[in-house]
């Protein structure tokens, strides 16, 4: 029962922030309109998907801390799947600087704008749980 209201109490802290965070985008998104200036708006889309996923990862980290298995970082799993979605997520920065892209990266940075909000929410993820036990060397 005490796991159910501690899940219960995190979804609604997740709602909360989800709606403050976009308050915050109307925001921005009204300045960019009567300022044009879209520069706010463009660092916010880009940060806000990596923070909500943080947010998302916090339980995990929660748990091994109480657990005390917080000895290390598995460079495997971020390197693995934290630096190809980072490089997904700032596939509309890179498309417009003469940095090399490949087709996938291309596509999404041309016709998919929920491409790089998902991928931002997974490396946000993936940052957080990486923080682990430290893995043996074989």
């Known amino acids: 029962m005490r796991r159910l209201l501690f899940h219960l109490g995190f979804a609604v802290f997740l709602i909360a922030a989800m709606m403050g965070m976009l308050s915050i985008r109307g925001g ?30 916090l339980p995990f980290l929660w748990r091994r801390s109480r657990e005390a298995r917080l000895k290390g970082f598995a460079w495997q799993e971020f390197i693995g799947i934290g630096i190809p979605s980072l490089f997904v997520s700032v596939s509309h920065w890179l498309y417009y600087t003469n940095f090399p892209l490949n087709p996938v990266t291309k596509f999404f940075a041309m016709h998919a704008i ?19 036990k430290r893995e043996r060397a074989l």
């Open 28 to 57: 921005l998104a009204d300045q960019a309109e009567m300022e044009f200036n879209v520069l706010p708006l463009m660092i916010f889309d880009l940060i806000f998907p990596v923070v909500f996923g943080m947010l998302f990862a």
């Open 114 to 132: 929920q491409g790089p909000i998902l991928f931002g929410f997974i490396f946000g993820f993936t940052l957080i749980h990486s923080i682990r």
